[in-house]
C-alpha cells in the first residue's frame, strides 16, 4: 500500500513537472531534465499561473502553498517591546536598474549595511510592489518598497517601507522612480542615495517571514517601517506604469508573533 502511494505521489510529482515545462513556454526538456534544470517554472501575479497556484506550478515553490509562516501578513495589534534598533550605514552610488518582468529593482554596490543586534547584513536590492502586499489594520498602501539584505550565514532580512500619496515630489525617491522606465532585458543605471529613502522614524514592526514571490522560501526576518514615506501623485504614477498589481495578497499568521519596537 506503502509502495503503491509513493508510486502515485511521484506520478503527481512527474505530471506537475512536465506542466512547469510547459508554462515556461517552447521548453523542450523531459521531466526528469526539467527537474534539475537551473530555470524554474513561469509564475504571475493573476490568472492560472497567480498567487493560489504558485505551489502547484514547480517542485520547489511547495512553501507557497505549505509554508506556515508566510509573508505578507496584515499587521494587526503588534505586541509593543523595545527591542534592538536597526543601524543603516547606506552611502548614495551609483545602483544597475533591473527589470527582472515581475518588478523592478536597484542592484546596490557592495558596502551598504544593516546591522541588528550585532549581526551586520549587506544590502543586496530594492525593489517595490504596487499596491503594497502588507496591510496594516487591513489598510492597503500605494506602493510597498523592499530593502533586501543578506547576513554571512545566508539568512535574509528585508526592510519594508510604506508608499503614501502626499504633494510633493520626493527628491530623495526621484532617481529610482525615473529610472522605472528600464525595460526587460537591459539594464539601466541610477545614483542612488539609500539613506535618504528611508523615513526618519525607524520604528519598525517585526515578524519572521518568508519571500513574497516564488520559491516562497520561510525564514526571511521582516522589518517593516511603521512610517510611510510620502511621494507624489505623479511619482506613484511611475511606478504604476512600469508594474501595477504585482502584489501578493496577505497569508495566515498561523500563530506567529508580530511585534513593534518602542524604543527610539
Ligand atoms: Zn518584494
Given at each position: 500500500m506503502k509502495d503503491t502511494t509513493k508510486f502515485l505521489r511521484l506520478g503527481?510529482?512527474?505530471a506537475v513537472l512536465v506542466l512547469a515545462a510547459a508554462a515556461c513556454g517552447g521548453s523542450t526538456a523531459s521531466p526528469s531534465a526539467s527537474a534539475a534544470a537551473s530555470t524554474p517554472a513561469h509564475w504571475t501575479y493573476e490568472g492560472e499561473e497567480g498567487p493560489t497556484h504558485w505551489g502547484e506550478l514547480d517542485a520547489t515553490y511547495t512553501a507557497c502553498a505549505d509554508g506556515s509562516a508566510q509573508t505578507p501578513i496584515d499587521i494587526v495589534k503588534p505586541t509593543g517591546k523595545d527591542l534592538p534598533n536597526p543601524e543603516f550605514t547606506y552611502a548614495a552610488?551609483?545602483?544597475?536598474?533591473?527589470?527582472?518582468?515581475?518588478?523592478?529593482?536597484?542592484?546596490a554596490a557592495?558596502?551598504?549595511?544593516?546591522?541588528?543586534?550585532?549581526?551586520?547584513?549587506?544590502?543586496l536590492q530594492m525593489h517595490f510592489h504596487a499596491p503594497s502586499e502588507h496591510t496594516i489594520a487591513g489598510k492597503q498602501f500605494a506602493?510597498?518598497?523592499?530593502?533586501?539584505?543578506?547576513?554571512?550565514?545566508?539568512?535574509?532580512?528585508?526592510?519594508?517601507?510604506?508608499?503614501?500619496?502626499?504633494?510633493?515630489?520626493n527628491a530623495a525617491w526621484a532617481p529610482f522612480v525615473d529610472s522605472l522606465t528600464t525595460v526587460k532585458g537591459t539594464d539601466g543605471s541610477a545614483t542612488i542615495d539609500w539613506a535618504a529613502m528611508l523615513p526618519a522614524e525607524k520604528l519598525t514592526y517585526r515578524y519572521e517571514g518568508s519571500l513574497t514571490t516564488p520559491p516562497c522560501t520561510e525564514g526571511v526576518h521582516w522589518f517593516l517601517m511603521t512610517?510611510?514615506?510620502?511621494?507624489?501623485?505623479?511619482?506613484?504614477?511611475?511606478?504604476?506604469?512600469?508594474?501595477?498589481?504585482?502584489?501578493?495578497?496577505?497569508?495566515?499568521l498561523n500563530g506567529r508573533e508580530v511585534d513593534v519596537d518602542t524604543s527610539k
Amino acid at each position: 500500500m506503502k509502495d503503491t502511494t509513493k508510486f502515485l505521489r511521484l506520478g503527481a510529482l512527474a505530471a506537475v513537472l512536465v506542466l512547469a515545462a510547459a508554462a515556461c513556454g517552447g521548453s523542450t526538456a523531459s521531466p526528469s531534465a526539467s527537474a534539475a534544470a537551473s530555470t524554474p517554472a513561469h509564475w504571475t501575479y493573476e490568472g492560472e499561473e497567480g498567487p493560489t497556484h504558485w505551489g502547484e506550478l514547480d517542485a520547489t515553490y511547495t512553501a507557497c502553498a505549505d509554508g506556515s509562516a508566510q509573508t505578507p501578513i496584515d499587521i494587526v495589534k503588534p505586541t509593543g517591546k523595545d527591542l534592538p534598533n536597526p543601524e543603516f550605514t547606506y552611502a548614495a552610488g551609483a545602483a544597475t536598474i533591473v527589470n527582472n518582468g515581475h518588478t523592478i529593482q536597484a542592484v546596490a554596490a557592495d558596502g551598504n549595511t544593516l546591522t541588528v543586534a550585532g549581526v551586520v547584513s549587506t544590502l543586496l536590492q530594492m525593489h517595490f510592489h504596487a499596491p503594497s502586499e502588507h496591510t496594516i489594520a487591513g489598510k492597503q498602501f500605494a506602493a510597498e518598497m523592499h530593502f533586501v539584505h543578506k547576513a554571512a550565514d545566508g539568512a535574509l532580512s528585508v526592510v519594508g517601507v510604506m508608499i503614501s500619496e502626499g504633494t510633493a515630489d520626493n527628491a530623495a525617491w526621484a532617481p529610482f522612480v525615473d529610472s522605472l522606465t528600464t525595460v526587460k532585458g537591459t539594464d539601466g543605471s541610477a545614483t542612488i542615495d539609500w539613506a535618504a529613502m528611508l523615513p526618519a522614524e525607524k520604528l519598525t514592526y517585526r515578524y519572521e517571514g518568508s519571500l513574497t514571490t516564488p520559491p516562497c522560501t520561510e525564514g526571511v526576518h521582516w522589518f517593516l517601517m511603521t512610517t510611510p514615506v510620502a511621494l507624489s501623485k505623479a511619482q506613484i504614477a511611475k511606478i504604476t506604469a512600469a508594474y501595477d498589481g504585482n502584489f501578493r495578497p496577505v497569508q495566515a499568521l498561523n500563530g506567529r508573533e508580530v511585534d513593534v519596537d518602542t524604543s527610539k
